[in-house]
């Protein structure tokens, strides 16, 4: 008899390791605001492996923007944030630091607050300490991808001498970014040619200036270019033959590279840290995470400027793009 209650004891206690944690209680539901511009699908998978299923122990909270007009975005951006603080919201999930800085000056310091992707959020200000963040605010950190980025481009081209380098000025830390960068480009003998997306430079403006011997763009966060301004640039650089490189692992339509964290990986590590949230844990005390960096080559692009990709690049490619890739994610695409 004793066997059997010590036996059913250690059952129990196995039972207890080897079982998945869940939300707080059966009873409990949360409300967590995706504001996110990328597509949320990593995160939410993650949220429903922690257990939290939408409509059920979870609601979650979007934007909507698609019909606002640019003069008008800033109020109706803070009019829905206020509508999800009223709601009650349970933390914010943000794109970026920036995004986590600007918002918390809108919601305060007792809503938390989780950020997808920073290349340094104590330069930003979204944190005090990468171990102990000390506010409402933790989330991902990249690991010094534009550095990286520009040491590949000079292996991917080893005649490489100049790049075009474009910031935003929407971006908090892109004076700490461009001198990390600086600091490589310096070692390597390559020359920086800056550009700045604000309101007083358009993305027409970057474009055309443009210098016609650079051997490669190089975007940085929160650069984005209107249809026209994007069409421009894929003109001029395969005209030109200068490939364009980018800041994350999603492929991109004539961007040679792409360097930096997978949007959708670091969006379920930005879960991780929801779920640790809704448990009870404090931003404060959740250490900053670092998101993995992978490698996109787009062969299809590089040929477009008769580019061709070094073997020992292709082994070290987490994705490689190749010809037609994007005509048949056109045609998978359902008919809406």
Request: include cysteine; hydrophobic fraction near 40%; glycine fraction near 6%.
């Amino acid at each position: 008899m004793k066997y059997s209650k010590v036996v059913l004891i250690i059952i129990v206690l196995i039972a207890s390791i080897i079982t998945p944690t869940y939300a707080q209680g059966a009873d409990d539901t949360y409300k967590v605001a995706l504001l996110l511009w990328s597509d949320p699908t990593g995160f939410k998978a993650k949220m429903l492996e922690y257990g939290y299923v939408e409509g059920e122990n979870l609601t979650y909270l979007s934007l909507d923007m698609q019909d606002v007009a640019m003069e008008d975005w800033q109020a109706e951006y803070q009019k829905q944030v206020q509508s999800m603080v009223d709601e009650g919201v349970d933390v914010f999930v943000t794109e970026t630091d920036t995004d986590a800085v600007n918002l918390r000056a809108l919601v305060g310091t007792e809503i938390p607050i989780v950020f997808a992707r920073s290349d340094d959020p104590v330069a930003t200000g979204a944190v005090t300490d990468l171990v102990n963040p000390g506010g409402n605010v933790t989330g991902n950190i990249t690991n010094k991808p534009h550095e990286r980025r520009l040491q590949l481009l000079t292996e991917i081209d080893p005649t490489t001498k100049k790049i075009y380098y474009i910031s935003s000025s929407y971006a908090l830390g892109v004076d700490v970014t461009l001198q990390q960068v600086q600091a490589v480009a310096d070692k390597l003998g390559v020359e920086v040619v800056t550009a700045q997306l604000s309101e007083t430079m358009t993305g027409l403006q970057v474009v055309q200036n443009i210098p016609e011997d650079a051997d490669w763009v190089f975007i940085t966060p929160f650069v984005f270019f209107d249809p026209e301004s994007n069409q421009m640039l894929m003109t001029f650089c395969t005209e030109h033959q200068i490939g364009i490189a980018g800041i994350t692992d999603d492929p991109v339509p004539g961007y040679v590279v792409g360097y930096g964290p997978s949007v959708n990986d670091s969006n379920g590590q930005a879960a991780q840290l929801v779920d640790r949230i809704l448990r009870g844990a404090s931003p404060a005390d959740l250490p900053v995470q670092t998101a993995e960096n992978f490698l996109t080559i787009n062969l299809e692009a590089a040929a477009a400027i008769n580019m061709t990709i070094p073997e020992a690049i292709l082994r070290q490619a987490n994705t490689i793009v190749r010809p037609g890739y994007f005509e048949s994610l056109a045609t998978e695409a359902p008919n809406n």
